[in-house]
Nanobody
């Protein structure tokens, strides 16, 4: 499965962006789609993930209440709506896909994901 991420850009603090991730094929069974981010020189960190079907969703504490993960089945697209952006949200954002039934406590660990997108840069100016 190839993942195509897009939607990054430059936005002022307090603004919004919506990232998109399109898998190269539809998933036919339980799977988990996640978003991670990475700042140069730092480890990649978990942002959010959701299981489909079922809807179990997890957010990192740093984005809870500001970011929303969703899916448009008709477009086979996963979204990360980012509102009230802060300078510390600046990073390269990666979508990831786990083709297995992870439990929610496993969502935040990089090694549990099978496929990764190429990353899209989000820059929040203060």
């Amino acid at each position: 499965v190839q993942l195509q991420a897009s939607g990054g850009g430059v936005v002022q603090a307090g603004g919004s962006l919506r990232l998109s991730c399109v898998p190269s094929r539809r998933t036919s069974s339980t799977s988990v789609m996640g978003w991670f981010r990475q700042v140069p020189g730092r480890e990649r960190e978990f942002v959010s993930a959701r299981r489909w079907p079922g809807g179990s969703t997890v957010y990192a504490d740093s984005v809870k209440g500001r970011f929303t993960i969703s899916r448009d089945n008709s477009k086979n697209t996963i979204y990360l709506q980012m509102d009230s952006l802060k300078a510390e949200d600046t990073a390269v954002y990666y979508c990831a896909f786990a083709e297995r039934g992870l439990i929610t406590s496993q969502f935040r660990f990089i090694q549990n994901y099978d496929y990764w997108g190429q990353g899209t840069l989000v820059t929040v100016s203060s």
